[in-house]
């Protein structure tokens, strides 16, 4: 029984407009789910993919409006890696980026930057057996889009607590110094720790939430119980409707989610049209015409692309 890498990376966000902008225009992922916290309804939650909205590619951001920046401390998420092809994509990368006045820094086969909010994000020239995990966008060719996670990296003041957490019971493979890879038979991702900087972190906008890792439907429940049965003090099982999700702490702080592989999120919309307009789960839909009203409106990211195809077409 193996976890199958990273499911998805949940941030926060305090513009939701700003944050659809950066996630789908600049660097090319699929809107694929506009929902809503289920723990919050109020609240947006904001799922970016690949084309088909695959584990393995999703960051979710929940909106809290206005909300101030936050910084990573120890027991949080502080980096986020993609995968990219090949070197042309970093050199790709580093000019798009560029080219939006955002600064980004190259370091051999890897090209670190941050968002408008402060959340640091890095790609990665990654050679891997997995397959390439990639949205569509007409200014972005395929071979130099984004792949999918490679890793995160936490902060941990100790990580001798968390070792045996991680690999005895979520069975993670050490790879370095203070770094493991899970991986199952289809996928694997990296998850390392870094000393902690003196400031004491702070949760809002441009900080990592939690980090989610991806289960069979059927392997499920007895991740869970392993996660019990050592203490570490898991939620119930939570049907999120596009997937089952356990959360719970890992020794050194930083809160895991295991979430399955489906039913996923073509679910109740078709694949074509995913993101367009705001999905709520059955239970949630009575609420409808009262979160229409208190949501933030955003534009579907992929009009300026029904035009340019239909252009190129004409």
């Known amino acids: 029984m193996k976890l199958e890498g990273i499911h998805h990376i949940t941030c926060i966000t305090g513009d939701a407009p700003g944050n659809v902008d950066f996630y789908t225009r600049v660097l090319g992922l699929r809107l694929v789910k506009k929902t809503v916290n289920q723990d919050d309804p109020t609240v947006y939650h904001l799922f970016y993919a690949d084309e088909r909205g695959n584990p393995g590619s999703d960051i979710t951001f929940f909106e809290y409006p206005g909300s101030p920046r936050g910084r990573a401390g120890a027991g949080m998420v502080h980096l986020i890696t993609w995968r990219v092809e090949s070197e042309d994509a970093l050199s790709f990368w580093a000019e798009r980026l560029e080219a939006e006045g955002i600064e980004a820094s190259r370091d051999g086969s890897r090209l670190r930057f941050a968002d408008s909010e402060g959340l640091v994000l890095e790609l990665a020239v990654v050679v891997t057996d997995d397959a390439p995990l990639i949205a569509e966008h007409p200014e972005i060719p395929a071979e130099l889009a984004l792949q999918g996670f490679d890793s995160v990296r936490a902060y941990a003041e100790e990580p001798d607590r968390s070792r045996g957490f991680l690999e005895e019971t979520l069975g993670f493979e050490p790879r370095g110094d203070n770094e493991w890879e899970a991986r199952g038979p289809s996928r694997g991702s990296l998850y390392a720790y870094d000393a902690p900087p003196a400031e004491r972190g702070l949760h ?11 289960s069979t439907v059927e392997d499920h429940a007895t991740w869970r119980k392993r996660v019990a049965d050592v203490g570490a003090r898991p939620t119930p099982i939570i049907d999120r409707f596009w997937f089952k999700s356990v959360y719970f ?9 295991i979430a399955t592989l489906g039913p996923g999120f073509a679910t109740d919309e078709p694949l074509e049209r995913l993101g367009e307009r705001l999905t ?12 229409e009203h208190v949501l933030t409106p955003l534009p579907n990211p992929r009009e300026h692309f029904v035009r340019a195809r239909t252009q190129t077409r004409d």
């Open 280 to 291: 709520l789960p059955p239970d949630y839909e009575r609420l409808r015409d009262q979160l």
């Open 249 to 257: 702490r890992e020794p050194s702080g930083v809160l895991f989610e």
């Open 204 to 214: 809002g906008a441009g900080t990592v939430h939690h980090v989610a890792w991806s």
